[in-house]
């Protein structure tokens, strides 16, 4: 099995890029990261990286006139590093289809709710102020969308009467940390089939 290489895009603390890392070096995911891009210079994703040991590179999207200028530059920082899975972690910024045509069924993003419910940046609000009782995360392929790409693995927890946007948002970060890392596992080993909108998981293999 050819082991994938993951570079991650991230645009703040990266505790999602830590779940990855962590779990890597359990062995439970059979990939090594060969780059992290952050699009802020702050970003505390460059410090976990640099403690890795991996390479940590910023793109400061400031220093760019447009998307498209920033994405290039980004394409080729991931094609330089033999990116062969793009792994966004909690990376703000919308991606054009630029990018998502340079890595075509090979970019993954992660969701702090259930899609296709409560898309966008701002989940955990949108998710309070309508008053469901049940909210979650989703890992999926990106399209050139809005959090709109195949479903690959969700994970539910329960809307609290007492939640705030940080106490909903911790619970629903404990399941991303767990669902993450299996989701690029079952791409490791292959066994993600897209279907159209679906993704079916093919079983283990002997």
Do not use: W
Not at 48 to 70: L, M, P, Q, T, W
Not at 116 to 132: E, I, K, M, T
Request: aromatic share 6%; with cysteine.
């Amino acid at each position: 099995m050819r082991k994938e290489i993951l570079g991650v895009l991230c645009s703040g603390r990266g505790t999602d890029l830590q779940s990855i890392i962590d779990a890597i070096g359990r062995g439970e995911v059979d990939a090594e990261i060969s780059i992290v891009l952050t699009d802020k210079p702050d970003a505390y994703a460059l410090e976990r990286a640099k403690k890795a040991g991996i390479k940590a590179v910023c793109v400061n999207r400031k220093e760019y006139s447009d998307r498209e200028s920033f994405e290039k530059v980004l394409v080729q920082e991931l094609r330089a590093a033999g990116v062969t899975l793009v792994v966004l972690a909690g990376f703000m910024r919308i991606l054009t289809p630029y990018f998502v045509r340079s890595f075509p069924g090979h970019i993954m993003n992660i969701h702090p709710a259930l899609l296709p419910s409560f898309p966008g940046a701002h989940a955990h609000r949108d998710v309070l102020a309508y008053g469901v009782k049940v909210s979650g995360c989703t890992v999926h392929f990106v399209d050139e969308g809005t959090d709109s790409g195949p479903i690959i693995l969700q994970r539910a927890v329960p809307v609290l009467d007492d939640d705030t946007e940080e106490t909903l948002g911790a619970r629903v970060l404990e399941q991303e940390h767990i669902i993450y890392p299996q989701a690029i596992q079952l791409f490791c080993e292959g066994r993600l089939q897209v279907e159209g909108r679906h993704v079916r998981i093919l079983p283990a293999k002997d």
